[in-house]
């Protein structure tokens, strides 16, 4: 386990050990009422960096970087030109955005409950794109008109918060809550490499790629926040803190399809379709006159050989994050 989660753990831990838990804090003088519950709706941004996920979006740009760049170099030297197009570099998922709803219950002047459902998404699409130039007239293009990476999650959760009141209508709170996260995630390109050779003639693949998973993971947060009260019934509240957020044995479908055009021919057609397959990270390799790529991805598309299958994929979409909202009641 990371350290991180160790460090989240740990400061779960010291809250369990600082604070009474909730059957101990029913104060007296502060009997059960529906005039302590409440609601929160909120919404936020939180930075992620899921490196095993985000190996799909190496490998692109590896593979753009190896067949054109290095393949002209390795055969024309500084004559041949390579311009780019579209995106400058192929995206990576940076980020998810939180947001959800909670039903709230104040057990006593330091320590409120809750239970809600929380939903983070986060996308990246990039197109993107390459001309390559060779002194004799041949040369080739790379095309990646469309090129997406998606995580979403799906997490009903509980959480304890505990607060203190401030002057001026502030509170500051800390909170320490989780659950459950249905998890997705999704990969997807359609490519065209075309080579064009000294007679000017034209080479096209064209290839499309779709694969999903979905698996049930865990959440779990930590932080704290200010709040502001500027009228009885109405707050609004800011916070921060990190949330673990990951999954692992993600299956879901795939399809690949193929299409090879050469002058003079009928063009040759190749598609493959799978159901409810494991993810993992995935060894490639390819090797050429010029060089050696190699590495792994995540996929759920592979072959099961005599040397084994591909290693374990989680996904891991863990960050820190800021949220802002508004909460109803007292």
Same mark, same amino acid.
């Given at each position: 386990?990371?350290?991180?989660?160790?460090?989240?753990?740990?400061?779960?831990?010291?809250?369990?050990?600082?604070?009474?838990?909730?059957? #101990? *804090?029913?104060?007296?003088?502060?009997?059960?009422?529906?005039?302590? =519950?409440?609601?929160?709706?909120?919404? @936020?941004?939180?930075?992620?960096?899921?490196?095993?996920?985000?190996?799909?979006?190496?490998?692109?740009?590896?593979?753009?970087? =190896?067949?054109?760049?290095?393949?002209?170099?390795?055969?024309?030297?500084?004559?041949?030109?390579?311009?780019?197009?579209?995106?400058?570099?192929?995206?990576?998922?940076?980020?998810?955005?939180?947001?959800?709803?909670?039903?709230?219950?104040?057990?006593?002047?330091?320590?409120?409950?809750?239970? @809600?459902? #929380?939903?983070?998404?986060?996308?990246?699409?990039?197109?993107? @794109?390459?001309?390559?130039?060779?002194?004799?007239?041949?040369? *080739?293009?790379?095309?990646?008109?469309?090129?997406?990476?998606?995580?979403?999650?799906?997490?009903?959760?509980?959480? *304890?918060?505990?607060?203190?009141?401030?002057?001026?209508?502030?509170?500051?709170?800390?909170?320490? @809550?989780?659950?459950?996260?249905?998890?997705?995630?999704?990969?997807?390109?359609?490519?065209?490499?075309?080579?064009?050779?000294? #007679?000017?003639?034209?080479?096209?693949?064209?290839?499309?790629?779709?694969?999903?998973?979905?698996?049930?993971?865990?959440?779990?947060?930590?932080?704290?926040?200010?709040?502001?009260?500027?009228?009885?019934?109405?707050?609004?509240?800011?916070?921060?803190?990190?949330?673990?957020?990951?999954?692992?044995?993600?299956?879901? =479908?795939?399809?690949?399809?193929?299409?090879?055009?050469?002058?003079?021919?009928?063009?040759?057609?190749?598609?493959?379709?799978?159901?409810?397959?494991?993810?993992?990270?995935?060894?490639?390799?390819?090797?050429?006159?010029?060089?050696?790529?190699?590495?792994?991805?995540?996929?759920?598309?592979?072959?099961?050989?005599?040397?084994?299958?591909?290693?374990?994929?989680?996904?891991?979409?863990?960050?820190?994050?800021?949220?802002?909202?508004? *909460?109803?009641?007292?």
């Amino acid at each position: 386990m990371k350290t991180r989660y160790w460090v989240l753990f740990a400061l779960f831990a010291a809250c369990i050990a600082v604070f009474p838990p909730p059957v #101990q *804090a029913q104060e007296e003088g502060f009997p059960f009422g529906f005039a302590n =519950f409440g609601l929160e709706i909120y919404g @936020g941004f939180s930075k992620i960096n899921p490196k095993e996920f985000n190996s799909i979006s190496r490998y692109e740009e590896s593979y753009l970087k =190896f067949f054109y760049i290095d393949k002209y170099e390795y055969l024309y030297g500084k004559d041949a030109t390579a311009t780019r197009t579209g995106d400058s570099r192929i995206g990576s998922l940076d980020r998810v955005l939180p947001f959800g709803v909670r039903l709230t219950y104040k057990i006593s002047p330091t320590l409120t409950l809750s239970v @809600g459902i #929380q939903r983070v998404k986060g996308d990246r699409s990039t197109a993107a @794109g390459m001309v390559v130039a060779a002194p004799d007239g041949s040369g *080739a293009e790379y095309r990646l008109p469309s090129f997406r990476l998606s995580a979403s999650g799906w997490i009903p959760e509980i959480r *304890a918060t505990f607060g203190w009141n401030l002057p001026a209508a502030l509170r500051i709170e800390l909170f320490i @809550g989780g659950g459950p996260m249905f998890t997705e995630c999704r990969s997807g390109f359609e490519r065209h490499d075309i080579i064009v050779d000294t #007679q000017s003639r034209r080479y096209e693949t064209t290839t499309t790629m779709d694969m999903t998973g979905r698996s049930i993971g865990v959440c779990g947060e930590l932080g704290g926040r200010l709040r502001i009260r500027p009228v009885k019934f109405l707050s609004l509240f800011a916070e921060g803190g990190f949330a673990f957020r990951q999954a692992s044995g993600l299956k879901g =479908f795939g399809t690949l399809k193929s299409e090879i055009r050469s002058p003079d021919a009928e063009p040759i057609v190749y598609s493959e379709k799978w159901d409810d397959k494991l993810w993992g990270m995935v060894r490639y390799g390819a090797y050429r006159d010029w060089g050696r790529l190699s590495g792994s991805m995540a996929s759920n598309y592979y072959v099961v050989s005599d040397w084994g299958g591909p290693s374990k994929f989680y996904l891991d979409i863990s960050g820190f994050q800021l949220k802002a909202g508004i *909460a109803l009641g007292l």
